[in-house]
């Protein structure tokens, strides 16, 4: 059996993770959610994890503009599930460690040991700055010291009776958090940047990497491997991809293409300016995005078959520990998944 893990990346904001018209489209909803959560936990897939956004990229689609709150919306799911661990999202630039630690205490309870924190320190300006939670003046390792600082402090308060840190970033006298987890919550972060990889190793049981190729997969995956390795610990690796699954690859093709053509450009733009890049530069480089920017993450499509070579292949080349996975009709295509796939995967090996 394989001891590769799969998970599902739910689609808490609307739309999903297309961009387009044409596509289906996910209501930011609980109940939308939940029987994902359910698919999930029936197909059995090792885990959910959902992001954490305050602000969406408008467009036709209004693209993110209406999601759902992370933490409240997973303690939900804890108590509706009861095998897949329960992975939320939170902005170290947004949540005091002392709350961050008790949430998660609080999660891990409510879980019976499944929660994870995937830990994100803000790329996206805008979302912030409409809360005045954007600091201008800290750099790219600005952020990765006070998200390195604030992991710290979080890991800290879960073990220890009282707590004192001084930091540029916010202030711990003496603070008490108990109880503390029976185990400690998993932690996962996101990032392909060495400074990003290099917190991974340190701090994450779990890593989420994005590159080029699948050479340059491998090369991040090594790298988080090796490095967690020196530190005397180790951080599992994963990507993310979605999945077009039919019957036949002509179908699956013919679905991809039709929600291609629907590509929201204006959204595109949206995404782009909120990373603070110019706005001209921003509509520039969406009036030249083909369909395939429909696709928020790399895709696979196909029937079974096809599917199942695709993904062995990225987790094999890149020496990856698994996979997020994205299905742009999760109700439709989670479970034929978890019919035609998810079991050849896991006797493959």
């Known amino acids: 059996m394989s001891d590769k893990e799969y998970g599902v990346f739910l689609p808490i904001g609307n739309g999903g993770w297309m961009i387009s018209e044409t596509a289906p489209h996910p209501e930011a909803t609980y109940a939308y959610n939940r029987r994902v959560a359910a698919d999930a936990e029936k197909i059995g897939l090792d885990f959910i994890m959902s992001m954490a956004k305050w602000k969406g990229f408008g467009g036709s689609t209004d693209h993110w503009g209406q999601t759902l709150e992370s933490m409240t919306l997973m303690s939900a799911l804890a108590e509706a599930t ?15 460690p002392a ?12 879980s019976g040991g499944r929660a994870g924190m995937n830990i994100v320190n803000g790329s996206y300006a805008d979302e912030f700055r409409q809360m005045g939670l954007w600091d201008e003046d800290l750099s790219h390792a600005d952020r990765y010291r006070m998200t390195e600082e604030w992991t710290e402090a979080v890991t800290r308060l879960w073990t220890e009776d009282t707590v004192t840190m001084k930091s540029d970033f916010f202030t711990l006298a003496d603070c008490e958090s108990r109880p503390h987890p029976a185990t400690r919550p998993t932690i996962i972060s996101a990032g392909r940047s060495e400074r990003g990889r ?21 090369e991040f995956s090594r790298y988080v491997h090796d490095k967690s390795a020196e530190y ?3 951080c599992k ?7 077009v699954l039919d019957e036949t690859d002509a179908a699956a093709e013919a679905k991809a293409k039709r929600w291609s053509a629907g590509l929201d450009k204006a959204a595109l733009i949206g995404m782009r300016t ?19 920017e429909a696709f928020q993450t790399p895709y696979v499509t196909g029937g079974p078959d096809t599917v ?35 079991p050849r995967l896991r006797a493959a090996g």
Not at 198 to 218: C, I, P, T, V
């Open 198 to 218: 290099d917190f991974q190793a340190r701090y994450s049981d779990g890593a989420f990497l994005s590159a080029d190729s699948l050479d340059q997969m491998r």
């Open 274 to 292: 909120s990373w603070g890049i110019p706005a001209d530069v921003a509509r520039a480089w969406a009036d030249g995005a083909t369909g395939a």
């Open 82 to 96: 009861s095998t897949v661990k329960i992975w939320a999202t939170m902005h170290a630039n947004v949540h005091h």
């Open 308 to 342: 199942l070579a695709h993904i062995t292949q990225i987790v094999d080349t890149a020496e990856l520990d698994g996979l997020m996975l994205i299905f742009p009709d999760y109700h439709a295509d989670m479970i034929p998944f978890g019919e035609a796939v998810l």
């Open 232 to 234: 005397g610990r180790h």
């Open 237 to 243: 690796t994963y990507s993310m991809l979605t999945v």
């Open 99 to 110: 709350i961050a630690a008790k949430m998660f205490t609080t999660l891990q309870d409510v």
